[in-house]
């Protein structure tokens, strides 16, 4: 399996719901990453885990909650979102241990849209 | 941070060779060059990484000058499959795992 698979593909929510956005792989990747992406704009990191632990936050807001219960699950937790969170939601993963030596494996993204 | 340059579009005839350059002037001596692309809709594909040497794969060849401050990514027969934005990236390693995207290059395969 090489492949990162992330569901739903599409999510459109209110701004007072809360959603989870789940990504799974099982190439024995000890890294994981949360993506956002705007229209006709490149991909910005938001978060990066490390054997399971959180290892980088860019100054995400707090209304973006990362979890990682297993190496080969990472869940975005949404809640209280506004309008302009609207964007594809990309996770990645690669090696750990080497990180100068491998490319990312990313998934095909969340389209998310609040409403 | 290394930063990187790119053209913001290019045109490729298809089955002709795609030559796309990127600057990056500052970038220090372990820094890896990453290269990867994406098709409209998709997440980003890595294509090809290098230090120094030239590297080869079965999607492109990287061309790295001897100081290291640009690279050129080709791909020998572009097709219109081809046609995506490519980024080049300098791997940032600070005490954790960072791939920061730039710009990229947009390039248009044409029949």
């Known amino acids: 399996d090489t492949e990162v698979t992330q569901t739903p593909k599409h999510l459109v929510m209110g701004m007072t719901n809360k959603k989870s956005l789940k990504c799974e792989q099982h190439?024995?990747?000890?890294?994981m990453y949360w993506y956002k992406q705007k229209a006709k704009k490149p991909p910005e990191l938001m978060f990066v885990?490390?054997?399971?632990?959180?290892?980088i936050n860019e100054s995400v807001p707090s209304r973006f909650s990362p979890e990682c219960p297993n190496s080969s699950l990472l869940n975005l937790h949404l809640h209280a979102l506004q309008p302009e969170d609207s964007a594809l939601y990309l996770c990645?993963?690669?090696?750990?241990?080497?990180?100068?030596?491998?490319?990312?494996?990313f998934g095909s993204g969340t389209r998310l849209t609040v409403v | 941070d290394a930063k990187t340059t790119q053209p913001p579009s290019m045109d490729c005839a298809e089955g002709r060779a795609a030559n796309l350059p990127c600057n990056h002037s500052?970038?220090?001596?372990?820094?890896?060059v990453y290269w990867y692309r994406q098709i409209h809709s998709q997440g980003p594909q890595y294509i090809i990484h290098?230090?120094?040497n030239n590297e080869t794969n079965e999607m492109a060849s990287l061309i790295i000058t001897e100081d290291r401050k640009s690279s050129t990514l080709i791909l020998p027969h572009a097709t219109l499959r081809d046609t995506a934005v490519y980024y080049c990236?300098?791997?940032?390693?600070?005490?954790?795992?960072?791939?920061?995207f730039g710009a990229g290059t947009r390039l248009f395969v044409k029949a």
């Open positions: 990645a993963s690669s090696q750990a241990g080497r990180p100068k030596d491998y490319g990312y494996t």
């Open positions: 190439m024995g990747h000890r890294a």
């Open positions: 885990y490390s054997y399971e632990k959180l290892s």
């Open positions: 500052t970038i220090s001596g372990n820094e890896y």
């Open positions: 290098g230090l120094k």
């Open positions: 990236i300098v791997r940032v390693d600070t005490g954790g795992f960072k791939t920061i």
